[in-house]
């Protein structure tokens, strides 16, 4: 038990957990609502901070709510392909 529980300490104080402040559900839910609908079904957990950035500026460059929503998806599979390797080796297909 004492195992599990030095794990769940060092998992809340990683380098990763540190740097994040906020609350993450407030800033979800500040989202847009076509935003917040993309992110439910992303394959990858964008944070609030980095949709907010992608999608301000895919919208200020295209005006258009449908292809800003096409440029996340778009950054989502760039994403992957460049994370593929690293996850599941370099003989994954891409």
């Known amino acids: ?22 609350n993450a559900m407030a800033d979800h839910d500040g ?8 992110a439910a079904q992303a394959a990858l957990p964008w944070s609030a901070t ?9 919208l200020n460059e295209t005006k258009c709510a449908q292809t800003a929503l096409a440029r996340l998806s778009q ?14 080796g370099d003989d994954y297909p891409q």
């Open 1 to 22: 038990m004492a195992a599990a529980a030095g794990g769940m300490m060092r998992n809340l104080t990683s380098p990763r957990a540190r740097w994040r402040s906020g």
């Open 50 to 58: 980095s949709l907010r950035k992608l999608w301000t500026r895919a």
């Open 75 to 88: 950054a989502e599979r760039a994403t992957l392909r460049r994370e593929a390797a690293k996850v599941w």
């Open 31 to 38: 989202l847009p609502a076509p935003v917040r609908e993309w």
